[in-house]
């Protein structure tokens, strides 16, 4: 069976569900049986871009990085899922141009939302000043003018957002394999 890779970008604010939701899309699709490979952001900094620090210019070349990698993998017919704040949209743009087979989600939340979600207490030690340049607080985030896919996850179940993106993959032809049952669409 022959996949067509593509390179999935979760982008958003920290808490906003995008680690979550691309478990589940995950989930289904090894259990499609089908090859992915996850990008995590926060894992990425701890490897590929150690010592990259959160200016413009550090975090351009944290997402170049990313997006390098992403655009090896896809194709050569890997699914790879990132999974990255990438706060500048004409880095993302840069990385869409670059991979072509790109679909853009973004995930939603208010920030206020974001900051009641706040498990690692970043956005708590961000307002402090403990951190500095944290992004949606002292630092932008530009959000996607017209993302693929938007999940809303103040509005949405987990298994709503998973959905959006499995049935575009769906639809533009990137799904191949049987859907699991804990998914499967119309």
């Given at each position: 069976?022959?996949?067509r890779?593509?390179t999935?970008w979760?982008?958003?604010?920290?808490?906003?569900?995008?680690?979550?939701i691309?478990?589940?899309?995950?989930?289904?699709?090894?259990?499609?049986?089908?090859?992915?490979?996850v990008?995590?952001?926060?894992?990425?900094?701890?490897?590929l871009?150690k010592?990259?620090?959160?200016?413009?210019?550090?975090?351009?070349?944290?997402?170049?990085?990313?997006?390098?990698?992403a655009?090896?993998?896809?194709?050569?017919?890997?699914?790879?899922?990132?999974s990255?704040?990438?706060?500048?949209?004409?880095?993302?743009?840069?990385?869409r141009?670059?991979?072509?087979?790109f679909v853009?989600?973004?995930?939603?939340a208010?920030?206020?939302?974001?900051?009641?979600?706040d498990?690692?207490?970043?956005y708590?030690?961000?307002?402090a000043?403990?951190?500095?340049?944290?992004?949606?607080?002292?630092d932008?985030?530009?959000?996607?003018?017209?993302?693929?896919?938007?999940?809303?996850?103040?509005?949405?179940t987990?298994?709503?957002?998973a959905?959006?993106?499995?049935?575009?993959?769906?639809?533009?032809?990137?799904?191949?394999?049987?859907?699991?049952?804990?998914?499967?669409?119309?």
């Amino acid at each position: 069976m022959q996949q067509r890779g593509v390179t999935v970008w979760f982008t958003g604010l920290s808490g906003a569900g995008k680690t979550t939701i691309r478990m589940a899309v995950e989930k289904e699709l090894r259990d499609r049986g089908l090859a992915v490979e996850v990008l995590d952001g926060d894992i990425v900094r701890q490897h590929l871009t150690k010592g990259l620090g959160f200016s413009k210019e550090d975090r351009d070349e944290n997402i170049r990085r990313i997006g390098f990698v992403a655009h090896l993998l896809s194709r050569n017919g890997v699914i790879v899922l990132v999974s990255a704040i990438s706060p500048y949209r004409d880095v993302r743009n840069e990385m869409r141009d670059r991979i072509g087979d790109f679909v853009e989600v973004y995930v939603n939340a208010p920030l206020s939302v974001c900051e009641e979600r706040d498990v690692k207490g970043l956005y708590k030690k961000a307002r402090a000043g403990e951190i500095k340049q944290f992004t949606g607080i002292d630092d932008p985030y530009e959000a996607p003018l017209n993302p693929e896919v938007e999940c809303r996850t103040d509005q949405e179940t987990l298994e709503e957002s998973a959905a959006k993106v499995l049935n575009f993959l769906k639809q533009q032809g990137y799904l191949t394999g049987q859907p699991a049952a804990s998914l499967k669409q119309q």
